[in-house]
């Protein structure tokens, strides 16, 4: 389906899970639903869920918890009671003891009743809030980053991270400030300025969500790091059976405003 | 042994748990080593282990986690890796099947490889800042509301808060303020006002802290109300075969700044 950005943006989110659950959007859901939090996806089976919570509770920059489905409910009751994990991500990884065994639209056919799916904050539902308060910046992508996630049981990776680029010392403080009320969606930065100083090569070359036709880094440009709650290179390290999580950058649009979240 | 409020303020973490180990010391820890959090402690078996952490993770309010211990480990890694949560409380209680069978004042004789312990934020934590910004307030106590907690597996309960009364609205304004930054010891109140909205009958009669000689509520005071971590009712409900909370008063101080764990 084509949609004009104004027209994506002024979706509900039920409209648009239900395009997606209909398989007519197979894009990106930044843009989706002007000022609706949106979530990370993990799937995991009840044997591993406990350490996971664990590990998202150690690690709350990028694993923020918002939700967390009932054993073997597709139904997140807290945050989008109407949606369902099994059909409304426009993609999603499959891992099986850490390998990416497939890439489907649907999870229906692994979906099973000792399954327990988590929501975590996405940072996309805060741009809403960095453009309401008209800041200049771009979006680079999202990097694996050096720093060390605090273990928990079999849990263990490195941190991922989006970066954005902000025109002056004004428009990024504004945001570090923005961005602190919203804990549920990843809170303030975990890194200021040099890519190298996290491990990251190149801001051209993202390892998820690379916008096409990046334009170098400015002078005047100053670089914020956010937590990512993609958790693909947790799965390979930690290597249960089966884990299923959102495709790159297509995740789960909410009911909430990313304003209730906010702290 | 006798301090005086200087003395019992000025202590490091280290030295109060070791008096309390030593049991040397039996009263409540409010007013104890200035600045640091304190901690509401909850124990039990692995196997509630998931189920606990998820009913805290849905109310962040009463139940902020602030450190998890490993399977069998009675130290806490994260916020006090010297205290030993066996002997460094001044007093616990312990529920068998939801039933209070014994309040010791060491549980070295009750620990087992399967508990799990859980430190959740105590708002004494926060009362450091309150007065460091030359608020006036009195501590009313702890009470046991008419508020659910959002359910999790077995675990449900009433919400119980701490109250206390601020001299005209600008300090209430203020302690909102102050105490929205402190999430990790339960954040903003969660009532502002009538004690009857939300069960409470009297306030000069608290179900757990009751200070002595308390003066009615004066017509320019304001009453606001903290989530409260302690768990026992929440052990009558859920009837775990073993759970092992703190006493009324008397929680664990962390060797963090309540300011360190500041959002």
Redesign the interface.
Known sequence: MNLSEDELADMTPRDFRHMVRRGEWTGRTGGACRGYAQANVTILP?DY??EF??FC??NPRPYP?ID?TEIGDPHPK?VAPEADLRTDLTRYKVFQNGELVAEPTDISDYWRDDLVGFLLGCSASFDWLLMAANLKFRLVGGFITNIQC?PAGRFRGPMLVTCRLFKGAHDAARAIQIT?RC?AVH?PPVHIGDPAAIGIKDLSHADLGALPNFAPQQPDEIALYWGCGATRMIAKEAKPPLMITQGDVEVLVTDRLTEELA?
Do not use: F, M, P, Q
């Open positions: 009840k869920a406990y919570l664990l509770t150690r918890v967390v807290l605090v602190s804990l809170g702290n």
